[in-house]
């Protein structure tokens, strides 16, 4: 993605950044050019504080509409694709006002543990989860070792919302 | 600690091997031909695989009794004091039948992260929270910063018993 | 940086992409199209491999003339600004047919190691090295910490040129 | 290894601690009180800071025969074993008196980096290099990916007498 393909984003509602365009500043700043919600994602080794600082290339430009996202840090443990790293859920809610949405899809890569992660991270006070879903992961074009089918996903929710009555 | 100082062991239930001792493999054969229950805590840098490696030193000397603890990995992140992979409550499950224990003092370094750390550990499924607790944290002789008071405590507990009711 | 500036680079003759644009796969294939020589920066957190495949995405377009560069990688030791892996020479020579340029100015962020580390670079094989210099560094409006004046690069050179002509 | 071996050791001339027991205080307590040269090896997620802080209890208790080790420390880059942190070097002569020696054969575990590495290590200033060999690498017992004949061995040492009479 880059600024160019702006206008294909008319009719959506959030645009994400994914990890890799973290600190691809030349579009932080178009996109702070929208009214677009911006849905951004720590990259593989950005601290949080650079991540606030890329919110900053946003909102320096006039939008304010930010979501942070943590998706898991790359680390020496490779039995998970990725590390999560739900402590940033903490540092995130006392380092700035912005919501804080947690990825478990892609932080572990696995659909097995998407739930149980899903779970702690809305029980740390996550202000929002993001789970990959397909119909027929096995068929999935791509990400589908970590995605869940329709019904896990129902399941997920069920249990989510049981942890959010309560804390 | 070293093996010779078993003997001063005599009358404790459980027996701790920190962090910097994972791979002391001499250290975990002695304890191995104890009958003390043994916590065995995750090296800074050692792998799921690596912590059930070292569980092996313990278990293949005769005693079955070890519980395994994650108490964060280092990573770039310095923020927090290290990085709490809660992963690993999903992996450790998944590879071996042995109860898993998080530990989100000495992960975070910081007392106003215990809270919402043992809260997810409890929702991913954490068989036990190993808390620093001190009366007067601020005079602590060490790890003052990571140390919630007995009031605060309470209050952690009674949240993990909600979480744990409902999961 | 990003696609719509290269108009500004006609006439220079190597087009360098950042660290973290390494994964900016827009970008990437814009340089591809181009007849441009390309530093391509290995990223803070990118293996080997990702950055071999980067490069692919700039020769697939028919550009093939690509030179790596290593920078240093982000790790937990914080003393260095990044951690110069110089075994990259070695594996990125095993891997491919592309030079392999070396930057020990902001792998270490600090002048005084650019010397040894830039021996070092040389010694194991290096194409290149990349040294970042300024006539006044305590003057300098980013990076002076990191660059050398103009005397201490001709010491370098010398140093460089002298292991050159042994190995 | 641990204390209760060291009789063991009566008859030779250097000790080495290993990179897993760079931070068993205890061991290095009563290596302090030997008159052994100790090597002690850096960790595999250990800070230079932390290595000599562990060359301080050797030290504390009357042993001033310490050599530093750089062996590699643990990444997220898996393609070579470790990742051989040479600004170790710079930083160790920088912040201390004792000697620093580098050992490629464990950083990178690949018998064909270990000229190359040992190279740079010279060049970059190490005090000695530590080279696995093996005259049947083929059928050693242990290490052997990363093990050299005795005839790359001497080829790698005159390598590294020609780069150090330049340097």
Not at 42 to 58: D, P
Not at 158 to 166: A, Q
Request: hydrophobic share 40%; proline share 4%; glycine share 6%.
């Amino acid at each position: 993605m880059n600024a160019n393909h702006l206008p294909l984003f008319e009719d959506v509602d959030v645009i994400q950044v994914g990890a890799r365009n973290m600190q691809n500043f030349e579009l932080l700043k178009e996109l702070g050019k929208t009214k677009k919600t911006i849905l951004l994602k720590r990259g593989l080794a950005n601290t949080f504080k650079e991540l606030l600082m890329s919110a900053e290339y946003i909102m320096s430009e006039g939008n304010e509409n930010v979501i942070l996202c943590e998706r898991g840090i790359r680390t020496f443990e490779t039995y998970t694709r990725n590390t999560l790293d739900l402590s940033a859920v903490c540092a995130l809610h006392e380092l700035t006002h912005l919501p804080v949405v947690v990825d478990p899809s892609h932080a572990t890569g696995r659909a097995d543990y998407v739930k149980p992660m899903a779970m702690a991270a809305t029980a740390c006070g996550a202000d929002g989860i993001m789970i990959e879903v397909h119909n027929n992961p096995a068929k999935a074009l791509c990400d589908g070792a970590q995605s869940v089918t329709p019904d896990q996903f129902d399941d997920i929710m069920s249990r989510i919302k049981t942890i959010r009555e309560v804390i």
